[in-house]
T-cell receptor
């Protein structure tokens, strides 16, 4: 079963707008990662946030983590057509920190 | 750095045939993962190796699937006999920081079983 569930499943925005994706999970985690997958390609790591962190930035990406709500959000600011991809959250939990990927959000940025 | 290398990129085979997928992880990485991705089930972890030793194979669907890692630079995923429901994209990933660290994915092998 999937640990993380992304919301929305699909998102379509105009270039220049901000895109926000959410990830909810069920059990306590060690860390949470966000990955991007372009069509027909492997996943690419974007950012990792630890369970004791609340916010992290990387370029145009901003990730927040609320462990009390068991949720995380990924914000992409000033979106570009090249940001069109599927975005997955991956949670690490348990004794050996098994990583489980969510269902993904498909983002389309319209030029 | 060449990244994670997978071969073949595409494989079409008939039901009942043996399929072998290959992966070369990034040099120096100590963890290797095999995933399967389908529209219905999303991205599923099949097996995870650490220092060439299988740590978690609970995601391997059934006995028809087997994986080996004879050395730090090579791994195989074998399906014997293959079935149409095995059709999927199979990804290999490697990590320097163990299972909870950043994973580097290969381009995947698209398997079609007819």
């Amino acid at each position: 079963s999937q640990q993380g569930e992304e919301d929305p499943q699909a998102l379509s925005i105009q270039e220049g707008e901000n895109a926000t994706m959410n990830c909810s999970y069920k059990t306590s985690i060690n860390n949470l990662q966000w990955y991007r997958q372009n069509s027909g390609r492997g996943l690419v790591h974007l950012i990792l946030i630890r369970s004791n962190e609340r916010e992290k930035h990387s370029g145009r990406l901003r990730v927040t983590l609320d462990t009390s709500k068991k949720s995380s959000s990924l914000l992409i600011t000033a979106s570009r057509a090249a940001d069109t991809a599927s975005y997955f959250c991956a949670t690490s939990s348990g004794g050996y920190q098994k990583v489980t990927f969510g269902t993904g959000t498909k983002l389309q940025v319209i030029p | 750095d060449a990244g994670v290398i997978q071969s073949p990129r595409h494989e079409v085979t008939e039901m009942g045939q043996e399929v072998t997928l290959r992966c070369k992880p990034i040099s120096g990485h100590n963890s290797l993962f095999w995933y399967r991705q389908t529209m219905m089930r999303g991205l599923e972890l099949l097996i995870y190796f650490n220092n060439n030793v299988p740590i978690d194979d609970s995601g391997m669907p059934e006995d028809r699937f087997s994986a080996k890692m004879p050395n730090a630079s090579f791994s195989t995923l074998k399906i014997q006999p293959s079935e149409p429901r095995d059709s999927a994209v199979y990804f290999c990933a490697s990590s320097l920081a163990g299972v909870a660290g950043e994973q580097y994915f290969g381009p995947g092998t698209r398997l079609t079983v007819t």
